[in-house]
């Protein structure tokens, strides 16, 4: 038995995998990855493949990036960790500093990953109208085919039936609006049209419900689990209307759009100058750290900070994490934003986005829904294996790729990184795959 295969064996017989069937192993094997460089994950026969799913939307930068190392190891000889629970230091006060300008939400609290920033917001909000005297306001919004996360708050506000259907007694009722989705856009109705019909059925339901309702979440102009839907940014300037007109929250989960990944640093700044024009709070994760190290932050801003601000304990906000706002991870999150001020990351993006959008242009295969938005580039198949995502997976993998389709929606979501060999092969072993898997 090879080193490898039975690193495979012990794996299966210790570690549960995340989303996974584990009795489905049985056929599959899991690929153990021993290196990473660039694009390139590396398995243990050094067999290469290429990462274009970011290894599930955090990396940002390539793997074995050099200056977000140098910073991680620096601040490991400085101080590893200290509690933030009447404590400070140095990387989460410049980290939160450089978030306020960046976004105009000028309070920062941290979590450890997505699923608890999700919550973070949703209590903050609730506990803000409770704090303010509207103690009726208790209910969450959110769209359909939404993913904000698997914790149960979270999930009480996503919409994806796989994730959510087992748990549904456990979860708080939440209401999905219509999504934006272009592709569900009527024949010949623009998705700017379609955008604003949608904003107009929230409307209504916010028009009869806003009494008890606290806040919206969206994911800002793609909705990733729906399979890379992409809307009009001019739906999230209605929603931001008809939220300040109801007084409501309006929550931007951009856990998997920020730092880039539209086409902005953050997708608000394609509907509004600032975040803050849109969001009374921004969730942010993933590829916060450049996909080194877990960390999330929702920030807020003063006025619902000053609801909190209070003599008595349980005015304030009373939430926990054992990591919250971790000296490494807040270093390798200021090396991350360096990387964005030393070059103009955004429009090198553009140009690598410009000419895949032209490779999926030539593709001769069974596309529909070509669409793009920054940096990441989405189409669906049009094929009857009812086993296209898996088929898929299997066949990237064996051509050298790394791609997770989702249902029959096949997208590219790379690190920033990609060479001109990358490309190409990406856009050659894409190909292969899904010929093979039609
Ligand atoms: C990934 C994701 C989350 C959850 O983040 P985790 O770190 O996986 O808990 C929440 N919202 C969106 C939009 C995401 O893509």
């Excluded at 450089?98 to 450890?112: E, I, K, M, P, V």
């Excluded at 049209?193 to 919206?216: D, F, G, I, N, P």
């Excluded at 005015?315 to 990591?323: I, N, T």
């Amino acid at each position: 038995m090879s080193r490898s295969s039975s690193l495979l064996q012990r794996s299966l017989q210790s570690v549960w995998h995340p989303c996974t069937q584990m009795k489905h192993h049985e056929r599959y094997p899991l690929v153990p990855i021993s290196r990473g460089e660039g694009a390139w994950l590396f398995d243990a026969d050094g067999k290469g493949y290429l990462d274009a799913v970011s290894s599930w939307w955090v990396n940002l930068f390539g793997h074995n990036q050099p200056q977000i190392k140098a910073a991680i190891r620096a601040q490991l000889d400085q101080l590893e960790h200290v509690m933030l629970a009447g404590f400070t230091h140095a990387p989460v006060v410049e980290l939160s500093e450089q978030l306020a300008a960046l976004t105009g939400l000028g309070h920062a609290f941290y979590g450890s990953d997505g699923a608890s920033a999700t919550e973070i917001a949703l209590k903050m909000s609730f506990h803000y109208w409770r704090n303010t005297g509207q103690p009726h306001k208790t209910k969450f919004l959110s769209l359909q085919n939404s993913y904000h996360g698997e914790t149960l708050g979270a999930l009480a506000v996503t919409d994806v039936a796989i994730f959510t259907d087992t748990y549904a007694p456990l979860l708080q009722q939440s209401a999905h609006m219509p999504s934006p989705d272009s592709r569900l856009a009527a024949d010949g109705e623009s998705d700017h049209a379609y955008a604003l019909r949608c904003a107009q059925a929230l409307e209504s339901h916010v028009a009869q419900h806003h009494a008890t309702l606290a806040a919206l979440i969206v994911e800002p102009l793609v909705q990733g689990a729906a399979g890379m839907a992409m809307y009009h940014p001019v739906y999230l300037q209605r929603a931001r209307e008809i939220c300040q007109r109801y007084q409501l929250h309006l929550i931007a989960d951009e856990i998997a759009v920020g730092f880039g990944r539209t086409g902005t640093l953050f997708a608000c700044e394609q509907a509004g100058e600032r975040v803050s024009d849109i969001a009374d709070f921004i969730c942010l994760s993933k590829g916060i750290t450049g996909g080194y190290l877990p960390l999330s932050v929702v920030l807020t801003t003063d006025t619902v900070y000053q609801a909190f601000y209070h003599d008595q304990a349980v005015k304030g906000f009373l939430h926990s994490h054992s990591y919250t706002g971790n000296p490494l991870a807040c270093s390798a999150a200021l090396a991350t934003l360096q990387l964005f001020a030393g070059r103009d990351v955004l429009s090198e993006n553009r140009q690598t986005a410009q000419q895949l959008w032209q490779a999926v242009q030539s593709y001769d295969l069974p596309l529909q829904q070509v669409r793009q938005r920054g940096m990441i580039t989405a189409f669906d198949i049009d094929t009857s294996n009812p086993q296209f995502a898996h088929d898929c997976y299997a066949a990237a993998l064996e051509n050298g790729l790394l791609l997770r389709p989702i249902g029959n929606t096949v997208y590219w979501m790379p690190p920033y990184c990609l060479t001109a060999e990358d490309q190409a092969h990406l856009v050659r072993a894409t190909r292969a795959a899904i010929v093979e898997s039609l």
